[in-house]
């Protein structure tokens, strides 16, 4: 072995035998000196001179031990072990110090490493198949379309042929089936799946098994396969469900296996898995409803799977020109980038609040440990002075401040679990990837990381300042006032940046809870209180001509009619709080579109008549629509905001004509207004356009349609009332969503709920820590200038003269903490408006001075005990001692 | 770029292997004295460092070491040469000689 290996092998293990080579030393320089004391007593010195001229000639015993040392092991190691064992010693000696300091560390990072688990759960594509990289997704694209959509089968069925760099393809698409045989029927979401997908993403069932390759034929026994969700909610968790029969749209499906939780491929989430069979007479080349996703072959790059599949699809354009020209390929990974941009935004700002607040705890220890340092000045002066070299002192406070990073680290994670536990409980329901967050070596790595960040940042200071020249001569009878100069202006800094982050915190709490209250407390322009409402499909088989979905609704309505406590009811093709709106575009007879011009839209509702009754929507000029209407010609009711916008100059709205679409389309007829009503909006404020045009139902009748419902009491007690009315219409008729409209409305602007109430406890720790924080650098101000006050107070200053003193000095500086923190925040509004602010707008005066009334109120009664304690200083005891 | 250091380390690695080659296992003391004999005490180095460099070489497995009584009794470590330190000492030597040769020429030879 060469000598350098040896030679480092041997020092490594150096490091275990530390006593028995330092016994070696000791004994070897002992028989050392008797050998050269004897030589030179036989040279006739005496007995004294002897000894010294030994030890000359050693050149010391100690510095020949410490020479030892520096080869016997590795040095670095060695002193690092006595650092932290010296460093432990150190932080006994105040515990006090050390333990606030461990916990505002914990309560810090406890926040930071839960919330980094929840970014990394839902934004990281987290994907638990092996090797998820090599996992990717095609799509079709074509130069008009702006976004890429899906693959046709012929055209999967080409690509899985000829490609060269998948090992294995699956394909897929999404639908909406009927599940009944198992509790009430419902509508779900389902995704018809070849069984190549399980072998593709590589994932094994929680139960049961996957399909089979042979039950991609039709002719196979139909089996089914459960998501972790629905089997959670419909079959409570039971395995013994996998063999037991159910029915999707009326045809029995054996249950063959469930999937676990984070099995997830696609955008939405699924509740059921199929088989896909595909008639090929169905699927032409123009139907691009499948998606394919495939697993690379080992070796192959994506950029390579994506110029081979170009070229294939290239070959397609030329061989099938009617049906593929201009079509391409889009090939990526297989991750979930459907993240709204609110989501993003929302993770954004309680990354930065959360980060906020480890900053405000680093600095509240900075001080603890800067008025720590005080203490300590002896103590590191002399070790200075016999020859300590400055980076040794450095080395061992910051081991003492690393020490303290660590004990704050590892507390800080039992709370993380806490906080994952409340975030996970507030959280939307269909936040991505909600079942699978959790603290996992990843997060335990962030932490790591956070940990070493912060106690450089809190220890870098107070250590560099400790050990400086300045420090050095501490020994020598220093005067207080240039000494502790520096020292304030530190501890003033800190305090001020631990004020103003905490003021923009606070500033984008106020906001956030204005905005959450304003959208609670907004008129929608509908009653929403005692209103219930559902969903239902009714499938074309059985509904295909529209009388008989009129009779269906019809039927409906009057059995509620009958029912007690049930005011009205109407049916919809959809409601305010819904979501699915379309803008159309119409045409007012009389007025020419003028073209180059934006066209006049409005969001299209189709209502039966009792609708406006049901939904308390005034009606402000003409009338309803009445039963008479579903036999006359078309008509039609407007909202007062379209009126407003598009029939200003024109005298009266009722009995004009509108159209929908182009004014010259023969297809579509000419509709009469029959009445004007009030506007409706959902909470959100941003989806429904105002400007609304009411069809009537009975006209144009929908299959897809929800109900609403005016009940007497609360609406949800009618749910089972609802149900079996739907059921003895018609019995094999699911109904899903059955919620009321405060349900709805709860839901939608759940995640303003979230943010605000998080904001809100972040908030409420931030001002803890700053107000530890002044507490601290007032406290030490005030010991600090002890003597002082005793001369002040000596010559006759009152002890009201001295608290205003004190007082003064705290509030300049919040005062300047708090300006920073508004300009922080009014420059950083930009991105958070958009979305997030609701009825306020970001120079909202409440909040801002609500958070500067709370700030300076939590500062004020923070500096309180220290401004006791110095209007109780006793002038000649102060003088005495200092 | 040799350092001091390394300079002195070198010299002194040599001498102490050299001891220990002509005159067998030896304990510390015995080497100092030895070192401080031949040299004329024109190196009459801080004794102090003879442990630390023996170590290293101890350390880089030139040298052995174990505990052993001297003549009077009394317990002392003794250190010995092995076959990688006869080795190594070998080199050592050439090279100062080849480095001798040279300054040699320099100084004396033309230019």
Known sequence: ?882 | MTTKSEVMHGTLDLLVLRTLDALGPQHGYAIAHRIGQVSRDVLRLNQGTLYPAMLRLENAGWIRSKWGTTENNRKARYYSITGSGRKRLQREVQDWAQMADIIKRVLEGAF
């Not at chain 1, 019809?554 to 509620?560: F, I, N, P, R, Y």
């Not at chain 1, 356009?689 to 949800?716: C, E, F, K, N």
């Open chain 1, 1 to 882: 072995m060469i000598a350098p290996l040896r030679d480092f092998a041997t020092r490594f293990f150096g490091l275990f035998r530390r006593r028995s080579l330092e016994s070696r030393i000791e004994e070897e320089l002992r028989f050392h000196l008797e050998m050269q004391i004897e030589a030179n007593r036989k040279n006739g010195m005496s007995p004294e001179d002897a000894l010294n001229a030994a030890l000359r000639s050693l050149g010391g015993v100690d510095q020949a031990k410490e020479r030892h040392r520096d080869v016997r092991s590795l040095r670095l190691v060695e002193d690092f072990c006595q650092d932290v064992r010296f460093g432990i010693r150190m932080l006994c000696r105040k515990p006090g110090y050390a333990i606030a300091s461990v916990l505002i560390l914990a309560l810090a990072i406890g926040p930071n490493t839960a919330f980094f688990s929840v970014m990394k759960g839902v934004m990281f594509n987290y994907m638990p198949y092996p090797e998820p990289d090599r996992l990717v997704q095609i799509n079709a694209t074509h130069a008009l379309a702006g976004v890429p959509f899906g693959v046709s089968y012929p055209d999967y069925l080409d690509f899985q042929k000829r490609n060269r760099s998948f090992e294995n393809m699956a394909v897929f698409e999404n639908a909406k089936v009927d599940l009944t045989g198992t509790g009430d029927p419902e509508r779900v979401r389902a995704i018809r799946t070849s069984s190549s997908l399980f072998t593709v993403l590589k994932r094994a069932p929680l139960h049961g098994r996957v399909f089979l390759p042979n039950e991609d034929r039709p002719e196979a026994n139909a089996a089914v396969i459960l998501s972790y969700g629905l089997w959670l909610s419909k079959f409570a968790g039971d395995a013994g469900v996998v063999g037991k029969t159910v029915s999707v749209d009326r045809v029995p499906h054996i249950v063959v296996g469930v999937m676990p939780a984070d099995f997830v491929f696609t955008e939405s989430r699924y509740d059921l898995l199929l088989p896909l069979h595909v008639n090929p007479a169905e699927a032409p080349r123009q139907a691009r409803e499948y998606y394919p996703v495939a697993r690379l072959k080992p070796g192959v790059s994506i950029e390579q799977a994506r110029a081979d599949l170009s070229s294939i699809a290239a070959a397609l354009a030329r061989e099938q020109v009617f049906t593929n020209y201009g079509v391409g390929v889009f090939v990526q990974k297989l991750s979930r980038n459907y993240l709204s941009n609110n989501l993003v935004v929302l993770m954004q700002s309680l990354y930065l609040s959360v980060t906020f607040v480890l900053l405000i705890a680093c600095a509240n220890i900075s001080t603890l440990l800067l008025a720590r340092a005080t203490g300590r000045k002896k103590e590191i002066a002399i070790r200075a002075s016999i020859g300590c070299a400055r980076s040794r002192l450095l080395r061992q406070l910051l081991t003492e401040s690393t020490l303290l990073a660590i004990s704050g680290g590892l507390v800080g994670i039992f709370l993380t679990s806490a906080w994952l536990k409340l975030i996970v409980a507030l959280a939307p329901p269909d936040m991505p990837n909600r079942d699978t967050i959790s603290i996992d070596r990843i997060s335990l790595v962030y932490t790591a990381v956070i940990v070493i960040v912060s106690s450089l940042a809190f220890g870098i200071v107070p250590a560099l300042r400790s050990t400086g020249r300045r420090a050095m001569e501490a020994l020598k009878e220093e005067s207080r006032a240039t000494a502790g100069r520096a020292r304030h202006r530190l501890l003033n800094a800190f305090l001020v940046s631990e004020a103003a982050m905490a003021a923009m915190l606070l500033i984008f709490t106020g906001l956030m809870i204005r905005s959450f209250r304003n959208q609670i407390t907004s008129y929608p322009g509908f009653e929403r209180t005692n209103l219930l409402s559902a969903f239902l499909v009714l499938p074309e088989s059985k509904y295909g001509p529209p009388a008989h979905v009129n009779a269906f609704v019809g039927d409906v309505l009057a059995k509620l009619g009958n029912c007690r406590g049930i005011q009205t009811a109407a049916a919809t093709m959809s409601h305010p709080m819904d979501g699915r709106y379309a803008s159309y575009p119409f045409s007012i007879q009389g007025q020419p579109y003028v073209s180059g011009n934006q066209p006049p839209t409005a969001a299209l509702m189709i209502v039966t008549p009792d609708y406006f009754r049901t939904m308390r929507i005034p009606i402000l000029q003409g009338r309803p629509f009445s039963e008479s209407d579903i036999h006359g010609s078309p008509v039609a009711i407007v909202s007062e905001s379209m009126v407003k916008r598009y029939m200003a100059d024109l005298p009266n709205p009722v009995g004009r004509r509108i159209k929908l679409g182009d004014a010259a389309s023969a297809k579509l007829k000419w509709t009469e207004i029959v009445g004007v009503v009030g506007d409706v909006r959902d909470l959100a404020v941003r989806t429904i356009p105002q400007s609304q045009i009411y069809l009537s139902y009975g006209q144009y009748p929908q299959r897809d349609l929800a109900l609403v419902v005016r009940t007497d009491r609360d609406p949800l007690e009618y749910a089972a009332a609802l149900q079996s009315l739907i059921r003895s219409a018609d019995p094999e008729q699911p109904i899903s969503a059955i919620r009321s409209m405060e349900q709805i409305l709860g839901e939608s602007i759940s995640e303003f709920r979230i943010v605000s109430e998080l904001m809100s406890l972040l908030s409420i720790f931030a001002l803890a820590l700053a107000s530890f924080g002044i507490y601290s650098v007032v406290s030490y101000a005030v010991s600090e200038r002890t003597q002082e006050i005793g001369i002040r107070m000596a010559f006759g200053a009152q002890r009201g003269d001295i608290c205003r003193m004190i007082l003064h000095r705290g509030l300049v500086l919040l005062g300047v903490g708090l300006l920073l923190g508004v300009a922080g925040a009014l420059a950083s509004m930009r991105f958070l408006q958009e979305y997030w602010l609701v009825g306020v707008t970001s120079r909202d005066l409440i909040s801002y001075a609500g958070s500067g009334i709370v700030l300076a109120s939590a500062g004020v009664l923070a500096m309180l005990v220290p401004v006791h304690r110095a209007m109780c200083v006793d002038p000649m005891d102060s003088i005495r001692h200092g």
